[in-house]
Structure formats: structure tokens, C-alpha cells
């Protein structure tokens, strides 16, 4: 006898909090993520699966479960997590099936680890400044190239890069838009501060900051400007930085730095949104230019 299909619904009614809101301050993951995971079709709210955003839903009335399992009602202790990742280290919960690499979480040696998610993520072979929390509002401002919070990498290339290139990274440079591994058109990044720390004939060090956070951006950004990336860490993220952890180590953040970092977020998000100066009205025509 055939199994029962799940009914689908996707056009709730526009009543309480928005579903991927409710699933990230859960600690389901980060809300960019939730979404990814609504429309693929894991979630179901009181029995029927949500694929088409927006979703409201009553977070003490409705059952929401993601792959199944029933999501947490009440609030939990939010973590926040930094680790300097290692190289060879993925940057996700846990491989892929039948594989066994080393991944962050592996690293990290909290009693409450099963709740944390990478904020973010970098390569496979990318060292570096990595948050993971259960915060899934403050992952989503971290994140969205809306926020604008910077981040730092520190790049060692291949040759002696010229002025030329750095103005061109600089300014801004057409990368593929991807979406679902499927090229959707180009679009210029925004601008990327580049700070030189050291040239030699073979090799150039340098660092660059940016506000947007496209997949492999930095690797893809000095490949077009003809300067593959020989190895690459994240040293900054808003205020925080990796003073005082070793490679592969990693440390709790306290409440001042949370504080600042959520700051940071609000502050760039208030940045991006501040309206731009209304132009100068023309000055008024002369009896003379009526005349004309």
C-alpha cells in the first residue's frame, strides 16, 4: 500500500514570527541557512511541510520540526565560540558519508557543542578566525553582506604584485553570481581595502578587508588579478581578533566582546541604511533669465 504524501503549504497566513527567526534563535543554524533549509522542503510546521517563504508561525503554539525533529520551545544560553581553525579542517558539522575528514567542531571540546553552528565558513585549506554560536540572529548580521561587519584576511600570493592590481581590487572587480552551484550572471564587488605588508620578487603578503562575503571571494579576487593565493587566514571579524589562541585552539568569548561584536553589527547595519543627502534645490531664476 502506498505511503500517504505530506501536504504542503506554502502560503500560510501572515500572523506571528517569521519562521527562519524562530528556527535560528533556536540554534537551528544561521537564518540564511534556515531559509535554505525551509525551501528545501525539510521543515514542516504542525504536520505539513514549508517550501515557500514567507512563513509565520506561533513559536508556543506551532510544532516545527526540521528533518523530523521537534525544534526547542524555550530559550536557550547562547555560546559563542572563536577557533582558530587549522588548515585541512572543514568548515561544516560533519563530512559527507563514508568520508572522514576532520571538521571544526571536532575541535572544539564544549559540553555543549551539539548546539553550535559555524558562522560563516571557510576553505577547506583557509586557516583562521571562525565563530561558531547558537545565535542565529547575530550569525545572519555577521553574514548578510547588508550588515557590512568586515572582515580581515591575510593573503600570501604568488609574484610581486603591482600598484595596478591593487587599485583594480580595489575598486571592485565582475565575479560570477552562483546560486544552487548554478551561474546566475556577474556583479562588481564592493570595494576591498588592501594593505601591502610586504613584496618580495617571488611572493607578495598582503591583506584585504571586506564587507561582503561571497563564496571563495579573496582566492577568486587575486586569481582575476592574476595572483594565485599560495595560503590564506582570516585574522579579523569586526572587533574580534585571534590574539591569544594557537592555531586549532579555541576559547569562549565573554560578555564585553559579545557586546562589542554585536555592536559592530548594529553599528555597520545603521551605515548601510543611513539615507543619502537630499540635493540642493537650483537657485531661483533671475527676471533677467525669464526674460530669454
Not at 617571488?202 to 593565493?229: H, I, M, S
Not at 548594529?266 to 533671475?286: F, I, M, V, Y
Request: net charge positive; charged share 35%.
Amino acid at each position: 500500500m502506498p505511503r500517504p504524501s505530506r501536504q504542503t503549504q506554502s502560503n500560510p497566513p501572515k500572523k506571528g514570527e517569521r519562521l527562519q527567526r524562530v528556527m535560528a534563535e533556536a540554534g537551528i543554524a544561521s537564518r540564511r541557512e534556515c531559509e535554505r533549509l525551509i525551501e528545501s522542503g525539510a521543515v514542516e510546521v504542525n504536520g505539513q511541510v514549508v517550501t515557500t517563504l514567507p512563513v509565520f508561525v506561533d513559536p508556543k503554539v506551532d510544532r516545527i520540526c526540521v528533518d523530523g525533529q521537534p525544534i526547542r520551545k524555550e530559550r536557550q544560553r547562547l555560546l559563542y565560540i572563536l577557533l582558530n581553525k587549522p588548515a585541512r579542517t572543514l568548515t561544516t558539522l560533519a563530512d559527507e558519508p563514508g568520508a572522514d575528514r576532520r571538521t571544526v567542531i571536532d575541535l572544539v571540546d564544549h559540553p555543549q557543542k551539539g548546539r553550535l553552528f559555524p558562522v560563516g565558513r571557510l576553505d577547506y585549506d583557509t586557516t583562521g578566525l571562525l565563530l561558531l554560536t547558537n545565535d542565529g540572529e547575530l550569525a545572519h548580521r555577521l553574514t548578510h553582506p547588508r550588515y557590512g561587519v568586515p572582515k580581515t584576511y591575510r593573503a600570501v600570493v604568488k609574484g610581486y604584485i603591482e600598484d595596478e592590481a591593487v587599485a583594480e581590487l580595489e575598486r571592485g572587480i565582475y565575479l560570477a553570481d552562483r546560486k544552487e552551484g548554478k551561474t546566475t550572471g556577474a556583479s562588481r564587488t564592493a570595494h576591498v581595502e588592501v594593505r601591502i605588508i610586504s613584496r618580495q620578487r617571488d611572493r607578495t603578503t598582503l591583506e584585504l578587508t571586506l564587507r561582503e562575503g561571497r563564496n571563495r571571494q579573496v582566492r577568486r579576487l587575486l586569481a582575476a588579478v592574476g595572483y594565485p593565493v599560495r595560503k590564506l587566514e582570516r585574522i579579523a571579524m569586526g572587533p574580534l581578533s585571534l590574539k591569544g589562541v594557537a592555531r586549532g585552539r579555541w576559547r569562549e568569548l565573554d560578555r564585553h566582546e559579545v557586546r562589542a561584536l554585536k555592536r559592530a553589527a548594529a553599528a555597520e547595519s545603521d551605515r548601510t541604511r543611513k539615507p543619502k543627502p537630499k540635493a540642493s534645490p537650483p537657485p531661483p531664476r533671475t527676471a533677467d533669465e525669464d526674460k530669454r
